[in-house]
């Protein structure tokens, strides 16, 4: 659900940012695809994808909004066609039939705290920095008092993980959650000050794509060329993590991130495939189950995710065709 910023710095405006890229390849209507961030490292692997789908005929465009409830209202309004996030809640409420159509990344995230901290149940009753209220990070923790049973003191919010590292550092929290290449950084800086406490595993979506039922039945082809390029995306990458700098296209949104940023992209995503990060096969009922049980405990869907179906939040067509 990022939800979470990322080392590319990104603005906190409550409107869409006034980015948007267009490419014309084929004759039907661009899809208009709801970034919920800036592009950054963590979204290269998604453009190296967006190229191949490019390269088989795909028409598309992307605009970047500040977070990711903005992005889940503009497939709500239709004002956007495809988005980033897993807007569980949105789907169990609304009367929109949204649905998700792949995995991104897995809630790989981890609880950081000053070194008189070894285990995370000694958190409890101590305050925590979070991301933001009801975000990724917010959920980890109701899942983590749950699964523990313990209970954290005051919750304060600090939109990014780089932000709560500088916070960190400063002597201002003491404890947070981070992504792997923010826990990475505050640790290689100041691992003398800082403990990475052990976490137990876990399978649900960080970051999916999602969309309209309608709309995904309207446009199956669409849909069904950028889900075979993603899948083959994290298919390569899990074998070598390398082929995302080596297909970055130097002329898009990546390729003009900072030279200290794309110096760091084989180093960043042979972490994240090594940590499990991505699934090769684009999350599947897997991830939809995981994804049900998660959303459940984080208090995000109301009900026994025994008694759900999975496809009342999946459509999962696209995945099978890529699969057969």
Known sequence: MKHFVKKFAQTAL????????TFTAAQAEPIKIALAETP????????????????????YEWTAFSDEELAIQAILSGQMDIGFG??????????????????LSKLKFFPVAVEEYTELNQLDGQPIML??????????ANVIESRLDMKFGERSYVPGSSNRVVAMLAGQAQATILDLSNKNKIIAEAGDRFNVLPMFDVDASDEALFANLDWI????????????ALASVWQDMAEDPTIISRETNPDGPIGQLPGEIL?????????AVEGGL???????????????????????????PAEMNIEDFWYLAPLDAVAK
């Open 131 to 140: 991301h933001s209220r009801g975000g990724g990070t917010d959920s980890i």
């Open 40 to 59: 950054s490292d963590e979204l290269a692997a998604f453009f190296v994808a967006l190229e191949r789908a490019k390269a088989n005929g795909l028409e």
């Open 278 to 304: 991505y699934d090769p096969n684009g999350g599947g009922r897997t991830a939809a189950m995981a994804d049900l049980e998660w959303y459940s405990a984080s208090g995000q869907l109301d009900g026994d």
């Open 14 to 21: 409550a409107v869409p940012l006034a980015v948007a890229m």
């Open 86 to 103: 897993t807007p569980y809640s949105a789907m169990q409420r609304s009367r929109a039939p949204l649905r998700i159509i792949f995995q």
């Open 263 to 271: 110096a760091t992209l084989d180093d960043f995503y042979t972490e």
């Open 217 to 228: 039945q309207e446009n199956s082809e669409q849909v069904n060329i950028l889900v075979a």
